[in-house]
């Protein structure tokens, strides 16, 4: 059973940093580098909207504009984790942020993919909560 599990969220004052992270289980080694990793962020009253994503076998990543430049995705294979670091943080970034993952994909899919229906397992969330 796939079971993904973030950690790391918490508070954080304006242009400060937070790394989050996604610890992927139940699937091989081989397997989680051909899915596709994503963080996902909601803020209250607003749409679940894609942040970044990674495809750990292929490299590709892709972040928000939102987001670009002050955020970065990395993983590490040997441990089927992924990592969301957060720097530069804006009070615009308060969110519960979400991990998920797709069945196998490939990079450039992975790479287009923001709707969360294209996502199959999902994490609990983190908050994260900015202060101005």
């Known amino acids: 059973q796939v079971q993904l599990v973030e950690s790391g969220g918490g508070s954080a004052p304006a242009g400060g940093s937070l790394t989050l992270s996604c610890k992927v289980s139940g699937v091989t080694n081989s397997l989680y580098s051909r899915t596709c990793i994503a963080w996902f962020r909601q803020a209250p009253g607003k749409e679940r909207e894609a942040v970044a994503t990674?495809?750990?076998?292929?490299?590709?990543?892709y972040r928000s504009d939102s987001v670009k430049g002050r955020f970065r995705i990395f993983q590490d294979s040997g441990k089927n984790t992924a990592f969301l670091r957060m720097n530069d943080l804006k009070p615009e970034d308060t969110a519960m942020y979400y991990c998920a993952t797709a069945r196998v994909v490939g990079g450039t899919i992975c790479r287009g993919r923001r709707n969360p229906s294209q996502f199959d397992y999902w994490g609990q969330g983190t908050q994260v909560t900015v202060a101005s």
């Open positions: 990674i495809h750990p076998g292929d490299g590709d990543t």
